[in-house]
């Protein structure tokens, strides 16, 4: 039996890679701060592997990160929600409620990260499909896979469903259920999305159920589902009070997406997640969080 060498690299990679982050999370010191943008290198000096911070990391109370020369890195502080912009070179303590230099620049304020509409929001750090890094590299047996809405809220009164195609010109049943399991609307189609029609109206903070089915060429049926609830009108109206300007800086966007992913909106924060991962290329958790 061969092996594949640079498959089991891959994936040995990717494993020490969810271990470091299973083994930070266990650490007894709470995080204090989030990473909200960050161009170039920086790194966590107190772990004899010094690695390397990313977008969306967590930085642990009295951590010290060390910002390198041309290195510009912004954080949020998880109590307060207030924004720290750090530029290096410099080694900034992250205490409790702010951070301090320890060498070169002084950490600069930047206000709220989410303060509009005259209440400050707090947000929560990102649960990062860690086990998505690792499962990337193994090849996915064939599946039916739901695209969206996944097992969450949606502002879309009359949502896209969309899903991945198994094979060219197949044909795919689709059914809406509500919480009874009673079908609400059912239509067979070749394409593999699909809008729900004008006389199909969903209620608030019900949940639904929706159905994708087909079969292959070969004679296997493939079956797949997925719940989803429409969201309030006071949390839409919140949403649309939060909601940063196309040309609002980075780190705003970022802070935004991760308070929709704490509300459950994950289809409305992959938007946003694919917008951060198209501007930061290099950065493996926002390629994660779009579903790349």
Known sequence: MRTDWRAFSKLYGAVLLLGY??????????????????????????????????I????????????DAGARLVAVYLSSGQTYEMKGPSVVLFRLQQPESLSGDKPQARGNALSKGGKDIRIKPVVVAQAALVMRSVKPSLKLKLLNPLGNKTLEERPVFAWKGLA???????????????????????????????????KEAATY???????????SVFSNASDFSLVSADLRRQVESLRPADNSPFS????????????????EARKYWKAAAAERQDDPRLKVMAGE
């Open 209 to 219: 159920t929706w159905v994708v089915s087909t079969q292959h060429p070969d004679g």
């Open 168 to 202: 060219p010109d197949l044909q795919y049943r689709f059914r809406l259920l509500d919480e009874t399991g009673k079908s609400l609307y059912e239509v067979t189609v070749e394409d593999t999305s699909l809008q729900l029609p004008q006389q199909v109206q969903l």
């Open 252 to 267: 705003e966007r970022v802070a935004f997406a991760a308070w929709l992913e704490e509300m459950a909106l994950r289809d």
């Open 56 to 67: 969306l990391s967590e930085i642990r109370q009295d951590a010290r990160v060390q910002v």
């Open 21 to 54: 982050c299973i083994a930070s999370s266990a650490a007894g010191d709470p995080a204090v701060a989030m990473v909200t943008d960050l161009e170039g290198k920086a790194v966590v000096l107190d772990d004899f592997r010094k690695p390397a911070v990313s």
